[in-house]
C-alpha cells in the first residue's frame, strides 16, 4: 500500500501537510461524483498533470530516465481531457429548464391540469400601415359632364382614380380632360351605379386608357351603355370587384378610401340606391362622395355608425330632394357641397328644398352648372377650390343668386296652383309630381323615359304606373326593343 500511495501526487512527500492538503483534495475530486464522472476524472487527473511535468523536468535536470514521468503525463492528459469533454455546460435560463418537467407532470395528471401550466396566448399587435411617399397634393376634379357624374381623383400617393364617365354623348370631354391633366393609367376605375349618365362615357374611357381595378355594385341593366361597359371591360381582359360596404379600396398611413355603400345582398330594384358611396381621408381633409344615393341609403349609413364627417361632400343624385336629409347632413357636417348637374336640366337639379338645407347650414356651395369644372386641392391640412371653364354646349338659363332662384321657384309654384286651382281634371297630387320633375321635350329622342320590369309601355317619370319599378332608359332605346308609349302619361313618341 505505501509503495501505492508513493505514485499518487501529494502523498509521495513525508510531510504529513502535504498529505493531508492531498487527502483533501482527492476528496473533494470524489465528491464530484455527484454532478458526473466527468468532473471526477477532471479533479483527479488535473495533480497527475503538474506532478509529472514537474518530474520531468527533473529527469532532464539529473540527467535521469524520464519515460515513466513521461508515459504518466500523456495518460494523465487523456484522463483530464475526457472529463472535461464529459462535463455538461450549466443552464443559464432557469424558467426554461424547469417548464417542460412542471408541463410533463401537469400532463400526467390529466389535461385540466395541463391547461393551467400552459402559457396564455399573446395578444396579436395590430400590423402597422403602410405609409406612402408623398410626390403631389391630393386633388379632385369635379368634370362638367352636364346632366351626370365623372370625378377626377389624382391622389397624393401618385396614383389616379376616376368615379363615374358621365354620359355618352360627353365620353370625349372626359378623355380630352383626363389627356389634360397628363393622366396615362387609371389605377381605380368606379362606376357608382348603371345609369347612363354616370356610365356613358366610361367604354370610351375603358377603350383610350391603361385600367387597373374596376369597381362596381353588385347590379345588372339591360341599357345599350351598360352592355357596352361590359364588352369594353371584356375586350381589355379586365376584371370587375364588386364593391361592398366595409371594404377599402387604399388604406395607407394617413390615405385612405373606404366603400360606404352599397351593403352586400343589398336588395332594392331602384339603381340609385345600389350607387357606391366612397369616403376618401387623407391626413386631416376628408371627402364624401355619394353617386345617387336616396334617403334611404343615406340613413342605412347613417345607422351602421360610418364615420361619414367630411370636408367636402359631393350631393347625392345631383342635388335632387330624394337625397340630402337633415340627418344626413348633420353626420357628415361638410363645410362644402358639390353639386353636379346640367344647366337647364329637364329635372329641375338641383332641386331648391336641397339648396335650402345646404344653406342653413352655412355651407359652402359649388355647382357645374354654373362654375364649370371644380377642382378641389388638399395639402392635408388645408383645402382650396378653383374653377375652370366648361366645355359643356347646353341650354341655360343666365346665372342667378341663390335668392333669386329661390324666387323664380316659388313663383313657379303659385302659378302652378292657380293653375291647378282653375282646373279641376288636374289632380293635386299628379301636378306636385310634374312640378318635381318636368316632362322631356316632345321631339327630343334621346330623352330618358322609364319603364318597369313586367310592362311592356314606356312612361314618364311621374306616371303612377311607376309604382312599383322604374327603370330609367333613352327613348330609342325604348323605341328598338319593342316599347310602346304609355296612353296614361302621354310620353314623347
Known amino acids: ?233 371584356q375586350n381589355k381582359d379586365k376584371k370587375i370587384t364588386i364593391a361592398k360596404a366595409g371594404d377599402l379600396i387604399l388604406d395607407k398611413e394617413g390615405l385612405s378610401v373606404k366603400i360606404l355603400a352599397p351593403e352586400e345582398n343589398l336588395n332594392d330594384n331602384n ?33 351602421k355608425g360610418y364615420d361619414i364627417k367630411s370636408d367636402v361632400l359631393k350631393i347625392a343624385h345631383h342635388g335632387s330632394n330624394t337625397s340630402t336629409t337633415n340627418e344626413f347632413l348633420n353626420k357628415a357636417d361638410p363645410k362644402y357641397a358639390v353639386i353636379t348637374c346640367g344647366k337647364g336640366n329637364q329635372y329641375g337639379h338641383p332641386h331648391q328644398a336641397t339648396i335650402d338645407r345646404l344653406e342653413a347650414k352655412n355651407i359652402e356651395i359649388y355647382r357645374t352648372d354654373l362654375d364649370g369644372i371644380i377642382i378641389a386641392t388638399s395639402d392635408g391640412e388645408r383645402i382650396t377650390f378653383e374653377k375652370k371653364a366648361s366645355t359643356v354646349k347646353e341650354n341655360a338659363p343666365p346665372n342667378t343668386t341663390s335668392a333669386q332662384r329661390k324666387e323664380t321657384t316659388q313663383k313657379k309654384s303659385t302659378k302652378s296652383d292657380n293653375k291647378q286651382s282653375s282646373s279641376p281634371t288636374t289632380s293635386p297630387s299628379k301636378e306636385s309630381s310634374e312640378r318635381s320633375e318636368p316632362k322631356p321635350p316632345v321631339t327630343d329622342n334621346v330623352e330618358e323615359v322609364y319603364i318597369t320590369n313586367t310592362g311592356s309601355k314606356y312612361h314618364r317619370g311621374s306616371c303612377g304606373s311607376l309604382s312599383k319599378s322604374k327603370i330609367p332608359i333613352s327613348l330609342k332605346e325604348a323605341k328598338n326593343r319593342g316599347y310602346e308609349p304609355c296612353k296614361r302619361c302621354s310620353p314623347p313618341q
Request: charged residues 25%.
Open 1 to 233: 500500500m505505501k509503495e501505492f500511495l508513493n505514485y499518487i501526487p501529494g502523498f509521495r512527500s513525508n510531510k504529513i501537510w502535504k498529505k493531508i492538503i492531498a487527502t483533501i483534495y482527492y476528496f473533494i475530486a470524489l465528491l464530484g461524483l455527484f454532478d458526473g464522472i466527468g468532473m471526477f476524472l477532471f479533479l483527479l487527473g488535473m495533480p497527475f498533470i503538474v506532478f509529472s511535468i514537474a518530474d520531468v523536468l527533473k529527469s532532464r535536470k539529473g540527467n535521469k530516465s524520464s519515460k515513466t514521468a513521461i508515459i504518466t503525463l500523456i495518460i494523465s492528459l487523456v484522463v483530464t481531457s475526457t472529463g472535461f469533454a464529459m462535463i455538461e455546460p450549466a443552464e443559464t435560463n432557469i424558467a426554461d429548464k424547469e417548464e417542460p418537467a412542471a408541463v410533463e407532470k401537469a400532463k400526467e395528471d390529466g389535461p385540466e391540469k395541463v391547461k393551467k401550466v400552459e402559457k396564455e396566448p399573446e395578444e396579436p399587435e395590430e400590423p402597422k400601415k403602410e405609409t406612402f411617399q408623398k410626390s403631389r397634393d391630393l386633388k379632385v376634379h369635379y368634370i362638367d359632364v352636364g346632366q351626370g357624374d365623372s370625378i377626377l381623383i389624382q391622389l397624393p400617393n401618385g396614383q389616379t382614380m376616376l368615379i363615374d364617365g358621365g354620359p355618352g354623348k360627353h365620353a370625349q370631354i372626359v378623355i380630352d380632360y383626363l389627356k389634360e391633366e397628363k393622366v396615362e393609367k387609371i389605377d381605380y376605375l368606379v362606376a357608382t351605379h348603371p345609369h347612363e349618365d354616370h356610365i356613358g362615357g366610361l367604354p370610351s374611357v375603358v377603350n383610350s386608357f391603361n385600367i387597373a381595378k374596376i369597381y362596381m355594385p353588385n347590379k345588372t341593366h339591360t341599357t345599350k351603355a351598360f352592355e357596352d361597359l361590359l364588352l369594353a371591360i
Open 271 to 303: 339603381l340609385n340606391n345600389n350607387s357606391i358611396a366612397l369616403k376618401l381621408v387623407y391626413e386631416n381633409n376628408s371627402f364624401l362622395f355619394t353617386g345617387d344615393i336616396e334617403t334611404a341609403i343615406e340613413q342605412s349609413i347613417v345607422n
